[in-house]
């Protein structure tokens, strides 16, 4: 017989159904909630028998969810029921005197019309709440392959830690695979969202949100969810070797921050590597139980801005190249791996948001082992020299009046000087947090995550990634561009700046 997790059925009740924003036992609290409100209206022989019903529905998913962890957004669903409660139960609890043959008082309506109103309309608050920032529910990946995921920390013996004033310490690198595995059994927990714990992950959140000026509490939801992939799931079986694509998240940004697109590559047969920059993402748990957190941060002068900008990249590119180089190890078996003679490192791809796509182009003018490279939405810090070699596909939001006027002659210059064939594809409706994992979990406002919805903007970045992939590292048949051009508006630029 198959051994149940401890807590996964507690676990499957107090998560989000997939396509609502809040979890069963929440929705249960809500028309508890609703109904104690609504008893006060109902005629008197149904008033006690509703008013019993929803205090049995409200009051133990209230307790369980108490007992959980309860998220903020319930608050006013429960804050809206207890200014209720005391109307609907005292005709239950206190009867009060009255002649033969009258009804028991009440409020008139019009006194207690407008405490009703106010308690539907904390009461609806919740779901609101919820629906703005809610427990993330990632994607199921479409892939042939379910997903592995583990977490390994590596440290390069050549290169000091420049962030450090002890000359002792060596530059180290935390990094999170996800692969093609063997399919889990059926209840399997699947992996925490933005860390291997539940505490790393809530450490993880709260350094995002103090990134962006927000309150920790707004995102809650974040740290309880849980992706698709399986932590140390078995690596699939077949001996088929898969090509790598490293990631490098945006500034602040953290190795998780992309993991729908990465459950999506690994599922159909890539090995994605994304890494932690320590003192440069919001946060990072070391092994040794350390917390680093970033120490960037724009002077506000942009030519001052503009030099850390192209010194952190600088870094960052350094850092992808010595985890190919430790990628590369791994598959020859310098150590015990279960990915040893299942990595393909000579197909590899280097890939980044924002600040990381800066970082992954100037990887790939440094390292010639990578060969291709994917910029989501990423302006080109650093020297613009040597040429690429290889070819580029760089996502892309609309450009508008708001738009840095460098952006564009700084990506085009790049694009058109490489001596490969690139692509820059302009996504429609996207915004610079569509090419992450961001509108899983904030508020559907374009400006912030774009106007399509939670889903598709994931979906189609991971959809146009797949396409450039597999015609470039797999040699899939046919031109890419007429793929790409199911995704967004398509600029090709040839060798030799012929666009």
């Known amino acids: 017989m198959r051994r149940r997790t401890p807590g996964a059925e507690h676990g499957r009740v107090t998560e989000n159904i997939a396509g609502l924003p809040m979890s069963p036992l929440e929705i249960l609290a809500l028309l508890g909630a609703v109904a104690l409100v609504v008893a006060r209206w109902l005629p008197p022989v149904a008033r006690p028998r509703v008013t019993i019903a929803a205090g049995a529905v409200l009051l133990p998913s209230a307790i369980v969810l108490g007992v959980a962890g309860i998220r ?8 809206g ?50 629906w703005a920032f809610p427990v993330p529910v990632f994607p ?21 830690e420049t962030f450090s004033a002890d000359p002792t310490d060596l530059r180290t690198v935390v990094v999170q695979l996800w692969y093609p595995a063997q399919k889990s059994p059926a209840g399997t927990r699947r992996a925490q969202y933005l860390g291997r714990t539940e505490h790393e992950a809530r450490t993880v959140s709260e350094a995002l949100a103090r990134g962006v000026g927000l309150p920790g509490f707004l995102v809650d939801g974040v740290p309880r969810a849980r992706s698709r992939a399986v932590f140390d799931a078995p690596v699939a079986g077949g001996g088929e070797r898969f090509p790598v694509v490293l990631f490098s998240p945006g500034s602040g940004g953290v190795r998780t921050q992309n993991t729908a697109w990465a459950e999506e590559l690994a599922s159909h047969g890539y090995v994605v590597a994304a890494l932690d920059h320590p003192y440069d993402s919001a946060a990072v748990v070391l092994a040794d139980g350390r917390t680093v957190t970033t120490e960037t941060a724009s002077t506000g002068d942009p030519a001052k801005d503009e030099e850390l900008a192209a010194g952190w990249t600088a870094v960052r590119a350094a850092d992808l190249g010595f985890v190919l180089t430790r990628l590369d190890a791994l598959d020859r078996g310098e150590s015990a791996d279960p990915l040893t003679g299942r990595l393909d490192t000579g197909r590899a791809a280097v890939t980044g948001h924002s600040m990381g796509g800066a970082a992954a182009l100037q990887a790939a003018r ?27 596909l760089a996502l892309t939001q609309a450009v ?42 904030l508020p559907p406002v374009p400006s912030i995550v774009g106007s399509l919805s939670r889903t598709e903007g994931p979906r189609v970045v991971a959809a146009a990634t797949l396409a450039f992939l597999d015609a470039v590292l797999r040699g899939k048949p046919g031109d890419p561009a007429g793929v790409l051009l199911a995704y967004g508006s398509l600029g090709v630029h040839h060798p030799g700046g012929h666009g």
């Open 366 to 392: 440094q390292d010639r082992r990578f060969d291709a490279v994917i910029d989501l939405d990423g302006y080109p810090h650093g020297p613009a020299s040597p040429s690429l070699h290889q070819p580029v």
């Open 81 to 130: 029921a207890a200014f209720a409660l005391p109307f609907t139960l005292s005709p239950l609890l206190r009867p009060l005197r009255r002649r033969p043959g009258r009804p028991a008082w009440r409020a008139r309506w019009w006194l207690a019309l407008p405490g009703s109103v106010a308690c539907i309309g904390l009461i609806a608050m919740g779901p609101v709440a919820a």
């Open 400 to 441: 508008t009046p708001a738009t840095d006027p460098r952006y564009l002659p700084r990506l085009t210059e790049a694009l058109d000087s490489s001596t490969a064939t690139s692509y820059r594809l302009t996504v429609p409706g996207a915004a610079h947090l569509t090419f992450m994992d961001g509108p899983l979990y």
């Open 72 to 79: 903020w957004q319930l608050l006013p669903v429960l804050a």
């Open 140 to 160: 199921e990946p479409t892939g042939n392959f379910a997903v592995g995921t583990r977490v390994v920390q590596w440290t390069d013996p050549r290169r000091p």
